[in-house]
């Protein structure tokens, strides 16, 4: 039976872990290949890294860091963050990401996403979607470029959009839940895995271990994403699968 | 010194494959050299082959007609001369007589079979994607060291399978929806549709299994 998946995300910024991590024994807790490996030795599903990198000079940079860990690390890898041309997935993926995630590019043209699928495959088509609630409405809208931009569009059209584009897995990052450690925005998440047949990863607001469980009981997600939790040493990827387990999740 | 040949066509996942291969082979008694092949004389120089493959089975057959002379050489390799032959994901779809995929394109036939899209039930998500356990259909050197049942977890990635035409060519399968082909092999050829540069430790002893294997 398939697994639920646990993703520590790491977000590098020229070639560094921003924030940094808090590892005991690591060397450098700044090099995303040296974090990576942490999280490969702890037993976590995929590792997923976004370059928040702002110059396109140093856009190089996270591919050399993709092929550094695509020599250590044996586990599925996510790379996203200023994916616009199909040069950048047909790069990343040579360089050993296994699924590119696109973002604003796939707002700004949807059938940037169905070339990216029809050339490289669905299956390593991964499109985030970073989701505002407007109250006033009652329904999500699509924020781009880093949650700056506001375009207004209903993230649950947008998604079976999307997908029947050929978008291969879907990131649903909350954008009122991330950083307020409470927990996934579970009813954004269910209505989205309701309407699509494609993966779902929860994304945005994890504080505790009971949050990764209740974004697959009460989202009904197939992976959870998480990063502060994982990176500041509160609890290792080991720990959040057996507590997982015991409440009746199907882990690896 | 023995060389294992990858496969490279342009394929997503040579470089992890490379990698995962180099990582097994420094830790072995016998000197193991990693060969990226780019031409049919490559083939020669082999003495066991990997076709990795990532992305559409008619784009991946493309690929692998449109290197000037590659695959008979190959089909003289592997059906004349018997090298160990190991097909990963798309590398072993192509096996089969036929892929479904896109456009129907024929496969090099060198195992009975079609490749099709996995049937799909109420709430089940295509592509197959993540951790799944694969059970074994009959002992195999490929599986040496590796426990059955639940032990064995490995990393799926794909929206269409093998379905085999004898069942004696299964090796292994999961469960998703229906029984989905995980593992096939006849003679000196082995096919998995899991990755195994990607399935961590598992995925590694799978290799060396395949280093090790003298069909």
Redesign the interface.
Known sequence: ???S?IIPCLDVNNGRVVKGTNFVNLRDAGDPVEVAKIY?EQ?A?EVCFLDITASHENRDTIYDIV?KT??VC???LTVGGGVSKIEHIRTL????A??VSVNSAAVKDNNFVRYAA???????IVVAVDAKKNDAQNKWEVYTHGGRINTEIDVLHYVERIVSLGA??LLITSMDKDGTRSGFDNILIKQITDIV???VIASGGVGNLQHLVDGIKLGHA??VLAASIFHFGEYTINEAKQYMKERGINV? | MEIIGIIDYGS?????AT??FE?VAKDLKKEIKILRIQNAADIKLCDRIVLPG???FK?CKAGLVNIDGLVPTLEKKILDAGAPFLGICVGMQLLADIGFEGETTPGFGWIPGVVDKIP?TAG??????????IRFNRAHSIFSGLEDKEKT?V?F???YYFQVKKMEDLLGVC??GSEITAVIGKDNIIGCQF?P????KI??KFIKNFINWSP
């Open positions: 039976m398939l697994k998946r490969d037993g599903d092929r695509a020599e044996f586990m599925p993926l040579l360089s050993g296994d699924k029809d050339k490289y495959g669905s299956q390593c291969g897995e047949n494609v993966p197939d992976a690896r | 997503g996942n040579i470089h992890s990698k995962a990582n990532v992305g559409a784009d799909t089940l998500k295509i592509p197959h994607m993540g951790w799944n356990t977890i990393y990635v794909h929206s469960d998703y990755h540069e990607k399935s961590q995925g590694l």
